[in-house]
């Protein structure tokens, strides 16, 4: 990243702003050897596209195929871990009095490495509830049936994370938009703005006249809307970002 490219502009906005929000995407786990969503599926998962396995009609039509693609993902997470990106996200909490991450990724990643106010609008990977009652359980039986059962009411187990066609989780979403119209800088990073109400966010921004930096080696729908796109991997841009507009570091 040719850190010239960063305008005086920009570094001024970052260097005077109070709150900061960034909405992140699967790009910015990239980098950590999780794959996008538009990465084309590896290995046993290649015959299959996310969409038709993260839903609940793929659930109840197969929910072992299902629960075993989740834990499959799951075993990927806790192999990787959060990168450069993700610690330069943490670091920024240092410079600005108030951070907000909005998250679509559900690896964990942003509270791993530091950063305090973390909106996880799909979810958790690492979380499990159960289909029926939707309570989240933390212990059950391990017995020969894949998806595990519900202590509590016998139901299947799944991932706590929001599946194609299901709602967000409302309060996530709520403070997902009261950030967002109280920023003065919104970033969006590693993110397609392809789904939508994630997607909307840096819209919301823009309508209110907020300052808009897109971080993404390729060019989206947003692209032509934002104020600045620094083209490049998260992991790279972000903390060249940081050390081009707080060179005393920190
Ligand atoms: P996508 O896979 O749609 O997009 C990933 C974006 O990250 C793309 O724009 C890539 O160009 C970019 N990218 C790749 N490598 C990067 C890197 N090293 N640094 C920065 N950007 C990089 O993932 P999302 O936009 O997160 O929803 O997808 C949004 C939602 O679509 C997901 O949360 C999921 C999916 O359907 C649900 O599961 C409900």
Same mark, same amino acid.
């Given at each position: 990243m040719n850190t010239t490219t960063i305008s005086s502009a920009l570094i001024d906005a970052l260097r005077t702003a109070q709150h900061v929000v960034v909405l992140t995407g699967a790009g910015i786990s990239a980098e950590s050897g999780i794959p996008t969503f538009r990465d084309a599926q590896t290995g /046993?998962?290649?015959?299959?596209r996310p969409e038709e396995l993260a839903t609940p009609e793929a659930f109840m039509s197969n929910p072992r195929l299902v629960w075993e693609w989740y834990a499959w993902r799951r075993e990927l997470v806790s192999h990787a871990a959060p990168n450069p990106g993700h610690f330069a996200l943490a670091t920024l909490q240092q410079h600005i009095p108030q951070v907000t991450v909005i998250t679509?990724?559900?690896?964990?990643f942003h509270q791993q490495a530091g950063s305090q106010t973390v909106i996880? /609008?799909?979810?958790?990977?690492t979380r499990t509830k159960c289909f029926d009652d939707n309570t989240i359980v933390d212990q059950w039986d391990e017995t020969d049936e894949v998806p595990p059962r519900c202590p509590s009411c016998n139901g299947l187990l799944r991932p706590d994370v929001v599946w194609f066609g299901e709602t967000l989780p409302l309060t996530a979403l709520d403070a997902a938009y009261a950030a967002t119209t109280g920023c003065d800088l919104f970033l969006s990073i590693g993110?397609?703005?392809?789904?939508?109400p994630a997607a909307s966010l840096p819209y919301e921004a823009l309508q209110r006249g907020t300052t808009v930096v897109e971080i993404n080696p390729d060019a989206t729908p947003l692209t032509g809307d934002v104020h600045y796109s620094l083209r490049g991997p998260a992991g790279v841009v972000l903390p060249a970002l940081l050390a081009t507009t707080w060179p005393e570091g920190g």
């Amino acid at each position: 990243m040719n850190t010239t490219t960063i305008s005086s502009a920009l570094i001024d906005a970052l260097r005077t702003a109070q709150h900061v929000v960034v909405l992140t995407g699967a790009g910015i786990s990239a980098e950590s050897g999780i794959p996008t969503f538009r990465d084309a599926q590896t290995g /046993l998962w290649a015959q299959y596209r996310p969409e038709e396995l993260a839903t609940p009609e793929a659930f109840m039509s197969n929910p072992r195929l299902v629960w075993e693609w989740y834990a499959w993902r799951r075993e990927l997470v806790s192999h990787a871990a959060p990168n450069p990106g993700h610690f330069a996200l943490a670091t920024l909490q240092q410079h600005i009095p108030q951070v907000t991450v909005i998250t679509q990724n559900v690896d964990g990643f942003h509270q791993q490495a530091g950063s305090q106010t973390v909106i996880e /609008l799909h979810g958790n990977i690492t979380r499990t509830k159960c289909f029926d009652d939707n309570t989240i359980v933390d212990q059950w039986d391990e017995t020969d049936e894949v998806p595990p059962r519900c202590p509590s009411c016998n139901g299947l187990l799944r991932p706590d994370v929001v599946w194609f066609g299901e709602t967000l989780p409302l309060t996530a979403l709520d403070a997902a938009y009261a950030a967002t119209t109280g920023c003065d800088l919104f970033l969006s990073i590693g993110t397609s703005a392809l789904v939508h109400p994630a997607a909307s966010l840096p819209y919301e921004a823009l309508q209110r006249g907020t300052t808009v930096v897109e971080i993404n080696p390729d060019a989206t729908p947003l692209t032509g809307d934002v104020h600045y796109s620094l083209r490049g991997p998260a992991g790279v841009v972000l903390p060249a970002l940081l050390a081009t507009t707080w060179p005393e570091g920190g």
